[in-house]
């Protein structure tokens, strides 16, 4: 899959569809997460970096009130109509990939964000959809950015990713955390950021991975996030500690060490509950011991911990599966690789792997045939480039 979608194919894309010339452009990342899985909505930390896939978009104002979206990844819902100051945009319809941005606009208007006229707006991207690399927020923070530079809002970087997390939890119905927006958003070019979930302190810790690179691995089984048992589990989670919270002071299950968690783990009242937040409580530990070997620069270390991720995640939280424990297991019997894992919200979507740059086509040709023999069809492998976040575009400078 290219990692690029240039100016000039925005520009006849939009000239297709709208028959006139587009105003700007603008791009928003995915996102891969290195460490720190499910431990965000658990008051934990993540390491999520913004890499060079992602959204695209073509703009041009309109003297009206109306928004036509057009996604060249849904060409056959064609034009969709947004009418500013209407019913319409104050509810979700379907499943139509228009959602995202209606529910930036209704909650960005609620706030007092004055849009007063339409945009004509076609969108393109180049993130497998359902392969959790954040496609919804890297669509609602793309929107954010257009919104911001088209209508000129006052609006801080954490304030947009609030109203994104806003959009998935309350216009869409899933009640995920704040990672995925928070690390679209504040993407930075060759660096990850080490996120506290509960305080949003963060910093840019530069990704030094020596000779290595980051490959991602998609199972292409399409993920629905919504549809799936990811809030089941984020359920499970918030039970776990409600009856730890019978004999321990504690407000999140990142609050906790592993020895607290030990100490206190006969309060939780079922095997599976108690699975669920030692992996929730154990992975945030894990973040904090992976930072300090990147640090360190002590990779072999940091690859081990991406390993243990997956099994934690594989045994204790259970959202694999066969296609992604197909991959990572096959990654690690590589030459070249120190680590792998799942990443996002599972059942389906994507792996990533930590492979010497000398040993990429190898690895991707052997753990390829090992896929396609398990699983019976084909996983898709690219390398991630490690993006800034939402953009406006130039002619001249892309990357």
């Known amino acids: 899959m290219s990692t690029k979608i240039s100016i000039e194919t925005l520009e006849n894309g939009y000239k297709a569809i709208f028959k006139e010339q587009p105003a700007r452009f603008y791009f928003a990342p995915g996102r891969i ?28 104002p309109r003297t009206d009130n109306e928004f036509h979206l057009y996604s060249e990844n849904f060409a056959e819902q064609g034009i969709q109509v947004l009418t500013l100051g209407t ?3 104050q509810e979700k319809v379907g499943n139509l990939w228009t959602n995202y941005p209606k529910g930036m606009l209704h909650y960005l208007i609620e706030t007092g964000a004055k849009i007063t006229t339409g945009l004509d707006v076609y969108i393109v991207g180049n993130l497998p959809d359902g392969a959790g690399l954040s496609s919804s927020a890297s669509l609602e923070m793309l ?32 009640n995920s955390g704040i ?12 660096n990850a950021v080490l996120l506290d979930t509960n305080t949003l302190k963060y910093e840019h810790v530069p990704l030094k991975l020596g000779n290595h690179v980051i490959i991602i691995m998609n199972t292409n089984k399409r993920r629905e996030l919504a549809d799936s048992k990811y809030n089941e589990h984020r359920q499970e989670c918030d039970e776990a500690l409600k009856q730890l919270q019978t004999g321990i002071d504690v407000s999140t299950l990142g609050a906790l060490n592993k020895e607290t968690f030990d100490e206190y783990a006969y309060l939780i009242q079922s095997e599976p509950l108690l699975k669920r937040a030692r992996h929730a409580v154990f992975e945030n530990q894990r973040v904090g011991e992976a930072m300090s070997a990147l640090k360190n620069q002590d990779l072999a270390k940091f690859g081990r911990l991406v390993n243990a991720s997956h099994m934690s995640l594989q ?25 792998a894992r799942m990443i996002g919200g599972g059942y389906g979507g994507c792996a990533i792997a930590l492979v010497e740059k000398n040993q990429v086509e190898n690895f991707e040709v052997n753990v390829g045939k090992v896929y396609k023999e398990k699983i019976g069809y084909a996983a898709d492998f690219y390398v991630a480039e490690i993006a800034d976040g939402p953009t406006q575009l130039q002619r001249g400078n892309q990357d």
Not at 179 to 190: H, L, P, R, S, T
């Open 87 to 89: 019913a319409e945009i």
């Open 179 to 190: 990672m995925d927006q928070f690390a679209v958003e504040m993407g930075k070019k060759d």
């Open 143 to 174: 929107f954010g950015k257009i919104l911001q530079d088209e209508f000129h809002l006052q609006i801080e970087p954490i304030d947009m990713v609030k109203q994104g997390v806003k959009v998935e939890n309350q216009f869409i119905g899933l």
């Open 33 to 60: 997460n290195l460490i720190g899985e499910h431990t965000d909505y658990n008051g934990g930390r993540v390491f999520p970096c913004a890499i060079s896939l992602g959204t695209f978009a073509a703009v041009k």
């Open 315 to 339: 045994y204790d939280f259970e959202v694999t599966g066969k296609e992604l424990d197909t991959l990572a297991h096959t990654a690690w019997q590589q030459p070249g690789v120190l680590g």
